[in-house]
């Protein structure tokens, strides 16, 4: 379990999204560019993870052509995650936000503590934590 976050000017850590277990995670500008990303990516939980290097992706690419295939899926997936977090995290309320979350990411939104939902939805945790202990929530 996974976040990727950027380190802010202030040293706060703005998440900006999170990957679940047997996923696939990476910064894909700098992956694909060769260049030093501004996203770092931490585990939240102890966590095996297997690196791929560029040069020998490519060269699995090249000697295997469904594995293209399979990283445009990848990618495809990815896209659509990235698109459903831009939509609630626009959600003006703090209740919708949390709600939206919830229904869209419920496995995340079960392993996250009050503080990392608060951080990644750009509220407080004193917010999280009465919108969740409210009885109508």
Do not use: W
Request: net charge positive; proline share 1%.
């Amino acid at each position: 379990f996974f976040n990727s976050f950027i380190l802010q000017v202030d040293g706060t850590e703005k998440t900006v999204c999170f990957n679940l277990e047997k996923g696939f995670l990476t910064s894909y500008e700098s992956f694909m560019n060769d260049k030093r990303s501004d996203i770092s990516i931490k585990a939240l939980e102890d966590s095996e993870i297997l690196v791929l290097k560029k040069k020998d992706y490519v060269h699995l690419i090249s000697q295997n052509p469904k594995l293209e295939k399979l990283t445009l899926k990848i990618l495809e997936q990815s896209l659509e995650e990235k698109l459903k977090y831009v939509s609630f995290l626009n959600e003006i309320k703090a209740k919708d936000k949390i709600k939206k979350f919830k229904t869209i990411q419920p496995n995340v939104y079960k392993r996250l503590t009050q503080e990392q939902l608060a951080a990644f939805l750009g509220i407080t945790r004193r917010t999280v934590s009465q919108i969740i202990n409210n009885e109508e929530f």
